[in-house]
């Protein structure tokens, strides 16, 4: 009898456990997996109709909307040569100086010294194209839509150009240029390479096409209310005079624009492998400091 009622209880336990066994895996699988954002990189995205409109796309892990700014940078080459992978160079740099940002890569329309084509604005209209694809793609990529946007020479150029000329497109928090061109107009002077080249670029001379080069020169756009911008160059630069920097620092000065400048002494167009890690974290202290 005994045995009989054990029996019927263990089947009573049994019974019970079962339906709470039950329930609390039905329970967990019910529970959303938050799968963790890994890293990725984009290679080749198109923003625009043309052969060159695109972009690399470098997205670190865990990234969202509210926490990951985006770096755009814009390369070198007189606006004629020079590719998105000019990146790559300082990929790791900005990586470490920059932690936890995106990092975009452009191309750009580059004239052609061969049949004409890609004069300015062409340049400059891209880089308006690429800023607003960017801010279409924020949910997608889940970053935010702050952006710096920075670049090299002739990127430096487009990257001043568009942050002074076109604060309405993009967010855009702060620009860094390096030994770039700032005013097309005394550029020209410079040597008679540079004059060859801006004529073809801008389709005339100062004298004869003079609202192109003034409506492609960032000087001219500086404004009380341009936003705080970091830049370098070297005192040694036969390629783009430094001359060109201080023609920046005084505007900017004059409209009490917030900018950290350095002549880096000794240097020419393009700096010393040993630099880049210095200038990189002086540009990123001086962008965190105004944040």
Request: proline share 6%; net charge negative.
């Amino acid at each position: 009898m005994v045995m009989i009622k054990n029996f019927f209880a263990i089947r009573f336990l049994v019974a019970l456990a079962i339906p709470l066994l039950f329930f609390s895996c039905s329970s967990d699988s019910d529970d959303p997996v938050l799968e963790p954002i890994v890293a990725m990189d984009i290679y080749d995205e198109p923003y625009g109709s043309d052969e060159d409109n695109s972009m690399d796309i470098f997205l670190p892990e865990g990234r969202t909307k509210e926490s990951t700014p985006v770096f755009v940078y814009i390369h070198g080459g007189a606006w004629n040569s020079g590719d998105k992978s000019e990146i790559l160079a300082f990929r790791t740099l900005l990586e470490y100086s920059f932690p936890g940002y995106a990092i975009v890569s452009l191309n750009y329309s580059l004239y052609d010294l061969g049949n004409g084509s890609g004069q300015f604005p062409a340049q400059e209209n891209d880089i308006i194209d690429a800023i607003n694809y960017i801010a279409s793609k924020t949910d997608d990529w889940n970053v935010s839509d702050e952006l710096i946007l920075a670049g090299a020479s002739a990127g430096g150029h487009l990257a001043l150009l568009h942050s002074y000329k076109h604060p309405e497109i993009g967010n855009i928090q702060a620009v860094m240029a390096l030994f770039p061109p700032t005013d097309l107009i005394s550029l020209y002077d410079f040597n008679t390479l540079t004059q060859q080249g801006l004529q073809l670029l801008l389709d005339g001379t100062p004298e004869n096409k003079e609202t192109a080069y003034l409506e492609s020169s960032p000087i001219n756009y500086v404004s009380s209310t341009s936003v705080p911008t970091v830049f370098f160059h070297g005192t040694e630069d036969v390629v783009v005079p430094i001359s060109q920097s201080e023609l920046l620092e005084s505007k900017l000065k004059e409209a009490g624009v917030s900018y950290y400048y350095e002549a880096i002494p000794g240097q020419g167009h393009g700096f010393g492998l040993s630099t880049y890690p210095i200038i990189i974290q002086k540009a990123a202290d001086f962008i965190n400091s105004e944040q």
